[in-house]
């Protein structure tokens, strides 16, 4: 049957690809930061990025992260394992997508993460975030290090820094700024795990006692000085024995 897309028979359409296909390799290389393990007992097939962001695979479309679609075209790879589909970024080697396969047809699976376009906001996010800091010009330079190193999940990571602003003194979260510089700690789990330390290392000190109570109003000063009249415990014991008090 002739495609209703490319207007020609798949048969025809593979006899012209095959010419250019390529055994696979026997171990795919992906970065180790992913901590992925692709072998050929892995299913890998590729797959191109739709328009709305989404990847066809037996009969469902599975999502990816928004703005990963290119006009030019995007081709991402697939990997099964067992029950899970992961999709990786071919040309960064990056997962940008795990799903559990659905044995349903005609379904849009979708990650709550893939909905929104993470890439909107984050500038000013991150301007009203180091608004909080002492040191603004400091906290900018930490945050754009954080989104260097965590791009996809630095609005994940600014709302775990705002959170600290509701959970300890402001104090703490000043003086550990500098610190997370000098040490290259560079996360938002490893700005609070400082915090913590902190607070630890240097409880804040005690109340110091008042010296002497100041009066609110200067005419009522000389009541500071008053002293009330005081009984010789002699007559409550009187009293308590049953005796004359008068």
Excluded at 39 to 68: C, H, Q
Excluded at 126 to 153: I, N
Excluded at 218 to 246: A, H
Aim: charged letters at 30%.
């Amino acid at each position: 049957m002739v495609h209703n897309t490319t207007k020609k028979r798949p048969v025809d359409v593979f006899q012209e690809e095959k010419q250019h296909l390529r055994p696979v390799r026997e171990l795919i290389s992906v970065p180790a930061k992913d901590k992925l393990s692709y072998s050929n007992t892995d299913t890998s097939i590729t797959r191109v990025v739709r328009k709305d962001n989404t990847i066809l695979f037996k009969a469902n479309r599975y999502s990816v992260p928004l703005g990963t679609y290119s006009e030019f075209g995007k081709d991402v790879q697939l990997y099964i394992q067992e029950n899970t589909l992961r999709i990786m970024d071919i040309e960064t080697g990056e997962v940008i997508g795990t799903h559990e396969i659905s044995q349903q047809k005609g379904l849009l699976i979708q990650e709550r993460a893939h909905r929104r376009d993470r890439s909107r906001g984050i500038p000013a996010y991150m301007e009203s975030t180091a608004d909080k800091f002492e040191d603004k010009s400091l906290a900018l330079q930490y945050l754009a290090e954080v989104k260097e190193r965590y791009p996809r999940y630095i609005r994940d990571q600014l709302q775990l820094l705002n959170k600290l602003w509701g959970n300890f003194p402001s104090h703490y979260i000043n003086q550990t700024l500098p610190l997370c510089i000098k040490r290259k700690l560079y996360s938002a789990s490893e700005f609070h795990d400082m915090v913590k330390h902190l607070m630890v290392q240097h409880p804040v000190e005690a109340t110091k006692p008042v010296d002497k109570i100041q009066a609110l109003h200067q005419e009522s000063s000389y009541l500071l000085d008053m002293k009330p009249p005081t009984r010789d415990l002699s007559i409550y014991m009187d009293i308590m024995e049953g005796g004359d008090s008068s």
